[in-house]
């Protein structure tokens, strides 16, 4: 039970070159997010997918897209990516069952830097 | 405009005395609370919640105490050791239903180094 798994671990970027970041969870949950860690900001809510098939907008969206392949799986893509955009990214996974939501859980992270 | 802020960057306390982290928050819409631990290079890890029907809840060493009126909640750990040394992270949510439920709103963050 690996938990929520994410490649790359790190990724050296030049501005203007896109890439996929791949987040997995092998626990069944409903909702995965994205999230970006920056020096005094906390993590900051990118997107996140509720359920199969669904995707929102968090609080930071702009820059990036989101696919949620399936249950398990849910990809962030930097188009064009650009100096702002280095940070760390997580994944993390929650269940919901009726109106109550669990805890997240999160995956390592991947460090991006964009030059 | 933070939703969720944590004043202290950093705290440092003695191996075995009480760590005290506090986290503030605006939104009165927040009925759900989290503490995260983050060691260097690793995801946070959920440490322990709160729902804000209570003002208390308890986890061996972890206590957090929610102060609704002062929309406020804080973080004791008792005794603190050194593997306590971390990033810890306060996050408020919802439980709503609808797209809204499970989003979790972040403070900054607060260092906590526990000195042998």
């Known amino acids: 039970n690996a938990g929520v798994t994410q490649t790359p671990k790190f990724q050296v970027l030049k501005t203007g070159q896109s890439m996929t970041l791949q987040c997995a969870q092998d626990?069944?949950?409903?909702?995965m997010y994205w999230y970006r860690q920056d020096p005094g900001m906390g993590l900051r809510l990118i997107y996140y997918?509720?359920?199969?098939?669904?995707?929102d907008k968090g609080e930071v969206p702009n820059g990036y897209n989101v696919s949620r392949l399936n249950k398990r799986e849910f990809s962030l893509r930097l188009e064009s990516a650009a100096p702002s955009q280095t940070s760390v990214y997580f994944c993390?996974?929650?269940?919901?069952?009726?109106?109550?939501?669990?805890?997240?859980?999160f995956g390592p992270g991947t460090r991006l830097t964009v030059t | 405009d933070q939703q969720v802020k944590q004043n202290s960057p950093s705290l440092s306390v003695q191996e075995g005395r009480i760590s005290i982290l506090n986290c503030d928050y605006t939104?009165?819409?927040?009925?759900?609370f989290l503490w995260y631990k983050k060691y260097p290079a690793e995801g946070p890890t959920f440490l322990i919640s709160?729902?804000?029907?209570?003002d208390k809840n308890e986890d061996g060493r972890f206590t957090v105490f929610l102060n609704k009126s002062a929309k406020h909640l804080s973080l004791h750990i008792v005794p603190s050791q050194p593997g306590d040394s971390a990033v810890y992270f306060c996050?408020?949510?919802?439980?709503?239903?609808?797209?809204?439920?499970?989003?979790?709103?972040f403070g900054q963050g607060t260092i906590l180094t526990v000195h042998p």
């Open positions: 626990m069944n949950h409903n909702s």
């Open positions: 939104n009165s819409m927040f009925d759900y």
């Open positions: 997918s509720a359920s199969e098939g669904t995707t």
């Open positions: 996050a408020a949510s919802t439980y709503a239903g609808g797209t809204s439920y499970g989003k979790l709103t």
């Open positions: 709160i729902s804000s029907i209570k």
């Open positions: 993390a996974s929650s269940e919901k069952v009726g109106k109550k939501v669990y805890e997240q859980y």
